[in-house]
């Protein structure tokens, strides 16, 4: 059996499955890139934007001017109808209604918006008497387990319970800010997180991230999420959100060790500060206005703990990624722990493939829970255990929905959903790009060199990603070699051009011309459910077909192809073709 | 002749970007270094597609005499530059693959059963470590019929390869 042949035979097989795996961890590689650069662009963004008033008066503070006495009262006048099969506190909670959270939300149940108040109240009521800085000893507990992001996924916190128990006296937990926006149970990570902090107030703890934070909400998706899970006490809930938020505590000292913080650090960092100032004046991360300078400067030390990421050389700069907070090196650190006898940096903030790394020599560690954050497959999560010998142990898990999880796959998904991202990104720089493509080709022939097209593309996006690996997947190539700099925004248009034509074909189909509706979803490219209703009805009133709401939801469930709540404007138009091409087949 | 030169200067120069995208990819810190362990897949990703002991080779070259675990750039480029100029490494043909999967079928059946692609890949040649295994049984397994179709998985990845 083995004679040379077989052994020639193996070596070719192996060496190509070799240089296939590597390709494949490339490409995972850059589409990871493609992935931080876009998040932590959009988050500079937002930091940058300044609040219109419009929003600002949904939330004013001044708006409201009960007492928090009277407010309770109003909080309990709220009925609750026989008919809710929701779990139900009351309070003081116990560990009854803890599980009963737990159970219900595993039955997708959501909490009646009446406990969701008082449940806020309570935790606000609570936080309030909190520190800024919690110190935390591990004498009297075997070990505490510090997680970082959750960012809304359910999943991944009833995965860590599941591996490492419930909260509880003997079980403590610190979560490390981030447990909202992006994922779509936000609102049940807080009930539970809030929930247990009331039940085990000794041993159950909190930072706050920079997600915690109403503007970032916005953006990022939890506010949507209270409006569509609360309609009628959204607001309420929102407001006092923003409240309990404010009264996170925002930073963590464990044994006088360790500290923890959601972001980092800065050189200008300065503990006996951050403990002494009135953590909930700062409520947002708008922070322009009228300041003293001494508030202005205090504000600045929180947006340091919650935004910072650490870098691998020397030296403190801004964190122009993300607008906000420091780039600070392995020198700041040392400096840091030295100040303050520490020992160790526990931090979170940013997604890591294997749900934590170690920097500055194992002196800064980031932990993040939130695993497949990106995209299925994308990264696992992760937790840390710590005992009073202060040595961290690491645990990972990841959420997996397939049962065959090969690499191949993953990559590909993950790589399909950045790289249409980033063609999103392109489009919508579409002018600017073809203003420095022009710029480099004097003799109009629609083609420039990959080098030039490289050095354009960065020039206006500022995404420092490496473009020319990425060329082949984004752009034509001619047959002399060169970049056909025009096609990299041909699909797309085809795409809309489509677009635009269906809706108007539909909607002259059915006599209406006003399409206003359509045309603003296909700007943001989701329609709710909501929305699908609205829009169905209207519709089938102009057709004077009758169709009830449980038919209207029975179409809009099986439309929503990628079960998310939320129709994308192709899942739309793929349905309204069908129905035509029904229809005029009737005809 | 200065026109020759001339094409033969930008060829030089693309491909010296083009080793430093692949390059930069994994300089985690900025220093212009990488991880040791991280150059077969640099240089795959280039295109290339040696063996481990033709791997080996290349490292030798290109390590500092007292190996510190991280590779310069100053040294890869050069040599690289080389292995890309000379068309080293090719990558192997659909068909000279699928011939390799005819010999280790030996009783000429059409496909492999997972034992013995096992057997092969982990103690021929230069065997696969147990996650590389895994990973070629995740993908070539024929999940009803449970054996390796190794035609259709031939064509599958080369359909896959950008």
């Given at each position: 059996m083995?004679?040379?042949?077989?052994?020639?035979?193996?070596?070719?097989?192996?060496?190509?499955?070799?240089?296939?795996?590597?390709?494949?961890?490339?490409?995972?590689?850059?589409?990871?890139s493609?992935?931080?650069?876009?998040?932590?662009?959009?988050?500079?963004?937002?930091?940058?934007?300044?609040?219109?008033?419009?929003?600002?008066?949904?939330?004013?503070?001044?708006n409201?001017?009960?007492?928090?006495?009277?407010?309770?009262?109003?909080?309990?006048?709220?009925?609750?109808?026989?008919?809710?099969?929701?779990?139900?506190?009351?309070?003081p909670?116990?560990?009854?209604?803890?599980?009963?959270?737990?159970?219900?939300?595993?039955?997708?149940q959501?909490?009646?918006?009446?406990?969701?108040?008082?449940?806020?109240?309570?935790?606000?009521?609570?936080?309030?008497?909190?520190?800024?800085?919690?110190?935390?000893?591990?004498?009297?507990?075997?070990?505490?387990?510090?997680?970082?992001?959750?960012?809304?996924?359910?999943?991944?916190?009833?995965?860590?319970?599941?591996?490492?128990?419930?909260p509880?006296?003997?079980?403590?937990?610190?979560?490390?800010?981030?447990?909202?926006?992006?994922g779509?149970?936000?609102?049940?990570?807080i009930i539970?997180?809030?929930?247990?902090?009331?039940?085990?107030?000794?041993?159950?703890?909190?930072?706050?991230?920079?997600?915690?934070?109403?503007?970032?909400?916005?953006?990022y998706?939890?506010?949507?999420?209270?409006?569509?899970?609360?309609?009628?006490?959204?607001?309420?809930?929102?407001?006092?959100?923003?409240?309990?938020?404010?009264?996170?505590?925002?930073?963590?000292?464990?044994?006088?060790?360790?500290?923890?913080?959601?972001?980092?650090?800065?050189d200008?960092?300065?503990?006996?500060?951050?403990?002494?100032?009135?953590?909930?004046?700062?409520?947002?991360?708008?922070?322009?206005?009228?300041?003293?300078?001494?508030?202005?400067?205090?504000?600045?030390?929180?947006?340091?703990?919650?935004?910072?990421d650490?870098?691998?050389?020397?030296?403190?700069?801004?964190n122009?990624?993300?607008?906000?907070?420091?780039?600070?090196?392995?020198?700041?650190?040392?400096?840091?722990?030295?100040?303050?006898?520490?020992q160790?940096?526990?931090?979170?903030?940013?997604?890591?493939?294997?749900?934590?790394?170690?920097?500055?020599?194992?002196?800064?560690?980031?932990?993040?829970?939130?695993?497949?954050?990106?995209?299925?497959?994308?990264?696992?999560?992760?937790?840390?255990?710590?005992?009073?010998?202060?040595?961290?142990?690491?645990?990972?898990?990841?959420?997996?929905?397939?049962?065959?999880?090969?690499?191949l796959?993953s990559?590909?998904?993950?790589?399909?959903?950045?790289?249409?991202?980033?063609?999103?990104?392109?489009?919508?720089?579409?002018?600017?790009?073809?203003?420095?493509?022009?710029?480099?080709?004097?003799?109009?022939?629609?083609?420039?060199s990959?080098?030039?097209?490289?050095?354009?593309?960065?020039?206006?996006?500022h995404?420092d990603?490496?473009?020319?690996?990425?060329?082949?997947?984004?752009?034509?190539?001619?047959?002399?070699?060169?970049?056909?700099?025009?096609?990299?925004?041909?699909?797309?248009?085809?795409?809309?051009?489509?677009?635009e034509?269906?809706?108007?074909d539909?909607?002259?189909?059915?006599?209406?011309?006003?399409?206003?509706?359509?045309?603003?979803?296909?700007f943001?490219?989701?329609?709710?459910?909501?929305?699908?209703?609205?829009?169905?009805?209207?519709?089938?009133?102009?057709?004077?077909?009758?169709?009830?709401?449980?038919?209207?939801?029975?179409?809009?469930?099986?439309?929503?192809?990628?079960?998310?709540?939320?129709?994308?404007?192709?899942?739309?138009?793929?349905?309204?073709?069908?129905?035509?091409k029904?229809?005029?087949?009737?005809? | 002749?200065?026109?020759?030169?001339?094409?033969?200067?930008?060829?030089?120069?693309?491909i010296?970007?083009?080793?430093?995208?692949?390059?930069?990819?994994?300089?985690?810190?900025?220093?212009?270094?990488?991880?040791?362990?991280?150059?077969?897949?640099?240089?795959?990703?280039?295109?290339?597609?040696?063996?481990?002991?033709?791997?080996?080779?290349?490292?030798?070259?290109?390590?500092?005499?007292?190996?510190?675990?991280?590779?310069?750039?100053?040294?890869?480029?050069?040599?690289?530059?080389?292995?890309?100029?000379?068309?080293?490494?090719?990558?192997i043909?659909?068909?000279?693959?699928?011939?390799?999967?005819?010999?280790?079928?030996?009783?000429?059946?059409?496909?492999?059963?997972?034992?013995?692609?096992?057997?092969?890949?982990?103690?021929e040649?230069?065997?696969?470590?147990?996650?590389?295994?895994?990973?070629?049984?995740?993908?070539?397994?024929?999940?009803?019929?449970?054996?390796?179709?190794?035609?259709?998985?031939?064509?599958?990845?080369?359909?896959?390869?950008?």
């Open positions: 083995h004679c040379s042949s077989t052994l020639k035979a193996a070596i070719l097989i192996q060496q190509w499955f070799r240089r296939y795996m590597a390709r494949l961890e490339i490409r995972r590689r850059y589409t990871w493609i992935f931080q650069s876009i998040e932590y662009a959009g988050e500079q963004d937002q930091l940058q934007l300044s609040l219109p008033d419009l929003i600002s008066h949904v939330l004013d503070p001044n409201d001017f009960m007492n928090e006495e009277a407010k309770l009262a109003k909080y309990e006048k709220i009925e609750v109808p026989d008919s809710y099969a929701g779990p139900r506190l009351s309070f909670l116990t560990v009854v209604h803890t599980n009963a959270l737990l159970s219900g939300f595993k039955q997708q959501t909490l009646h918006p009446r406990y969701v108040l008082q449940l806020l109240h309570e935790t606000k009521k609570f936080l309030k008497h909190m520190p800024n800085i919690i110190h935390l000893s591990t004498t009297y507990t075997r070990q505490i387990t510090v997680c970082g992001d959750l960012h809304g996924k359910l999943d991944d916190l009833l995965l860590i319970f599941y591996k490492n128990g419930l509880s006296d003997e079980n403590p937990y610190l979560f490390n800010g981030d447990f909202v926006d992006r779509k149970k936000s609102m049940e990570i539970i997180l809030f929930a247990f902090l009331l039940v085990y107030p000794n041993n159950m703890h909190l930072n706050r991230g920079n997600h915690e934070d109403y503007i970032m909400n916005l953006r998706g939890f506010t949507k999420e209270v409006m569509q899970k609360y309609k009628t006490h959204g607001r309420e809930i929102l407001q006092l959100l923003q409240d309990v938020f404010s009264f996170l505590p925002i930073a963590t000292i464990i044994d006088n060790k360790v500290l923890i913080v959601h972001g980092g650090i800065s200008f960092t300065d503990l006996d500060v951050l403990a002494s100032i009135e953590r909930h004046k700062y409520v947002d991360c708008n922070i322009q206005g009228n300041r003293t300078i001494d508030l202005l400067l205090s504000f600045l030390q929180i947006v340091d703990l919650l935004w910072s650490p870098k691998n050389q020397n030296g403190c700069i801004p122009s990624f993300r607008g906000g907070g420091c780039y600070f090196g392995p020198d700041v650190t040392l400096r840091l722990l030295k100040k303050y006898n520490l160790l940096l526990i931090r979170s903030h940013e997604c890591k493939q294997d749900g934590y790394e170690l920097c500055h020599d194992g002196k800064v560690i980031t932990i993040f829970s939130a695993s497949n954050y990106y995209e299925e497959g994308s990264n696992r999560g992760a937790y840390i255990k710590l005992g009073p010998d202060l040595v961290p142990r690491f645990f990972q898990y990841q959420v997996t929905k397939v049962s065959c999880f090969c690499f796959h990559v590909t998904a993950a790589e399909g959903s950045a790289l249409k991202s980033l063609r999103e990104k392109l489009y919508a720089h579409k002018t600017d790009l073809i203003a420095a493509f022009k710029d480099c080709d004097k003799n109009n022939t629609g083609r420039i990959t080098s030039d097209w490289a050095s354009a593309v960065e020039s206006v996006l995404l990603l490496p473009w020319r690996t990425l060329r082949s997947r984004l752009v034509k190539l001619g047959p002399d070699g060169n970049v056909d700099y025009l096609s990299c925004f041909e699909d797309l248009q085809i795409e809309r051009s489509i677009k034509v269906r809706a108007r539909i909607c002259i189909h059915l006599g209406i011309h006003n399409y206003h509706m359509l045309t603003c979803s296909s943001v490219g989701l329609i709710s459910i909501e929305e699908f209703r609205q829009t169905w009805k209207l519709f089938s009133s102009h057709l004077h077909i009758p169709i009830d709401d449980e038919a209207i939801d029975d179409l809009a469930r099986s439309i929503d192809y990628n079960k998310d709540g939320s129709i994308d404007f192709n899942e739309f138009l793929e349905a309204f073709r069908v129905v035509h029904l229809d005029s087949k009737e005809n | 002749m200065a026109e020759e030169r001339e094409i033969a200067e930008a060829m030089i120069s693309e010296h970007k083009k080793i430093t995208d692949a390059f930069d990819v994994f300089d985690h810190e900025y220093n212009k270094t990488v991880d040791v362990r991280e150059i077969g897949t640099i240089i795959r990703s280039l295109g290339c597609c040696p063996s481990e002991g033709e791997l080996h080779d290349i490292l030798a070259e290109i390590e500092d005499e007292e190996p510190t675990g991280y590779i310069n750039f100053d040294r890869f480029l050069p040599t690289m530059t080389k292995v890309l100029m000379e068309r080293r490494y090719r990558p043909p659909e068909d000279v693959l699928l011939q390799a999967f005819e010999v280790l079928d030996q009783e000429k059946k059409g496909y492999l059963m997972p034992e013995q692609l096992t057997k092969f890949m982990s103690e040649g230069e065997p696969f470590t147990q996650e590389e295994m895994e990973e070629m049984l995740s993908a070539a397994v024929d999940p009803d019929k449970n054996v390796i179709l190794y035609k259709d998985y031939v064509t599958m990845m080369a359909v896959e390869a950008p």
